[in-house]
């Protein structure tokens, strides 16, 4: 009966996070967008959008986006909805396998349609608090997942391993949507 180290434990890891990065493939995780109040203009609170009056001290007409037919009333940078909006996107390098009807895939949920996939990688790259194994990961705030140009839906996400070696196994269901 042999005894593990921690030598060997590290081993291992560094060994699988290597194969992950050298065959591993990118996956982009969209989250819900930032909302930040324009600095342009000033915003109209009981309507929820721009006033159509330009913040004290902004010159429209030096905005990149400045037509004088069109924002003579409308605040260029937001378009008249007093917000602008910025993507979150997170990338993370990890394995695919697909699961179809093709070979018989069973498990807890049965099943799975085709176009199913199961996306692994090491769960320290994608958790929100750093040093947190039970806590939430991107893939559980995520909107949606794209992957080799192809758009997901999580179905399910679970976080499985031993001492240092944990990883994050995220069942994908493409999606037209």
Not at 15 to 29: K, L, M, P
Request: net charge neutral; hydrophobic share 30%; aromatic share 10%.
């Amino acid at each position: 009966m042999g005894i593990i180290t921690d030598q060997h434990v590290l081993i291992y890891q560094q060994s699988i996070t290597d194969v992950r990065q050298s065959i591993g493939r990118v996956a982009y995780i969209y989250l819900e967008p930032i909302k930040v109040d324009c600095t342009y203009c000033i915003l109209d609170k009981v309507h929820g959008r721009s006033s159509g009056v330009s913040e004290y001290g902004m010159d429209w007409t030096t905005h990149p986006d400045y037509d004088p037919v069109y924002n003579i009333k409308v605040c260029p940078n937001c378009n008249g909805k007093g917000y602008t909006q910025s993507d979150v996107i997170k990338t993370v390098k990890g394995t695919k396998k697909d699961l179809s009807y093709n070979n018989r895939v069973d498990l807890n949920a049965g099943m799975f349609r085709p176009g199913t996939i199961r996306f692994s990688c090491d769960l320290a790259d994608v958790l929100i608090d750093l040093g947190n194994v039970e806590g939430n990961t991107w893939f559980d705030r995520a909107i949606y997942v794209i992957l080799d140009g192809e758009k997901y839906e999580i179905v399910n996400t679970t976080k499985s391993g031993l001492r240092d070696l944990y990883t994050c196994r995220v069942i994908l269901e493409r999606t037209n949507k």
